[in-house]
C-alpha cells in the first residue's frame, strides 16, 4: 500500500525573507507539514484495521480525520510549490486573460483573494481554483483543511490562513502577511497548474 511522504522544499528555508522568515518556514514545513503526512499515513493504519476487523464503528471520525491531514499535506505542497523567492509581478498569456474575463481584472481577482484569505474565520486557506463544469476560475475558501469548496475543483495558487504559517512574525495582523505573499507567488507554477486543469474534459 502507498503512503504519503513529506516532500523537500524547492529552496532553502531562508529563502523566502524577509517576507516569511527562515524560522517560520522550517517549522512551517517539518513541523506542521510533516505531522499532516504522519497523520494521513496513520489513519490509512487505523482504516486498514478497521477493515481487517470488520468494525467501522468509528469510521466516520476516522474518514474526517484521513480528510483533514490529506487536505493539509495537499495543499501544503502546492504552497511550497507556489511561492519562489523570485517570484510576484502578474501573470501573462492565456491565464491572465482567464483572470481578466472572470474576474474583470488582475486588481479585482487580487482584492478577492487577499480578502478572502484574511477574513478566512479562524484557521484555513485563500485559494485561486478551477471549476471544470463552468470552465471558470473561482476564488474559495478552505476551513482548516477542507470544506466550502465546490468538489470538482482544482486549485492553482494557494494562500496559507493558519496562525503557524505567520504569526511568529507577523501577530495578529494576517492581512500584512498576505500582502506579502503576492511579492512570492511564482507565476509559473500557477499558469503550469492552470494549462494542466483547463486540458481536462469537464
Known amino acids: 500500500m502507498g503512503t504519503y511522504a513529506l516532500p523537500d522544499m ?5 529563502a ?8 517560520i518556514l522550517e517549522l512551517h514545513h517539518a513541523k ?7 497523520g494521513a499515513n496513520d489513519t490509512l493504519d487505523r482504516l ?3 477493515r481487517d476487523k470488520q ?17 493539509g499535506h495537499v495543499l501544503h505542497s502546492i504552497f511550497w510549490e507556489n511561492l519562489s523567492p523570485d517570484g510576484g509581478d502578474r501573470p501573462d498569456g492565456e491565464l491572465r486573460a482567464a483572470i481578466d474575463d472572470h474576474f ?9 483573494l487577499s480578502t478572502a484569505t484574511a477574513s478566512v474565520q479562524g484557521s484555513g486557506w485563500g485559494i485561486l481554483a478551477w471549476e471544470p463544469l463552468g470552465r471558470r476560475l473561482i476564488v474559495e475558501q478552505v476551513y482548516d483543511h477542507h470544506g466550502n469548496v465546490g468538489m470538482n475543483t482544482t486549485p492553482l495558487l494557494v494562500f496559507d490562513a493558519w496562525e503557524h504559517a505567520y504569526y511568529l512574525q507577523y501577530r495578529n495582523v494576517r492581512p500584512d502577511y498576505v500582502e506579502k505573499l503576492w511579492g512570492l507567488v511564482n507565476w509559473n507554477d500557477v499558469q503550469r497548474r492552470f494549462a494542466d486543469a483547463t486540458s481536462q474534459p469537464r
Open 10 to 14: 524547492p529552496y532553502d528555508y531562508a
Open 16 to 23: 523566502l525573507e524577509p517576507a516569511i522568515t527562515g524560522e
Open 32 to 38: 506542521h507539514h510533516a505531522a499532516y503526512v504522519k
Open 48 to 50: 486498514a484495521e478497521a
Open 55 to 71: 468494525d467501522f464503528g468509528g469510521l466516520v471520525g476516522l474518514e474526517k480525520t484521513f480528510a483533514f491531514n490529506l487536505s
Open 104 to 112: 474583470g481584472g488582475f486588481e479585482a481577482f487580487q482584492r478577492q
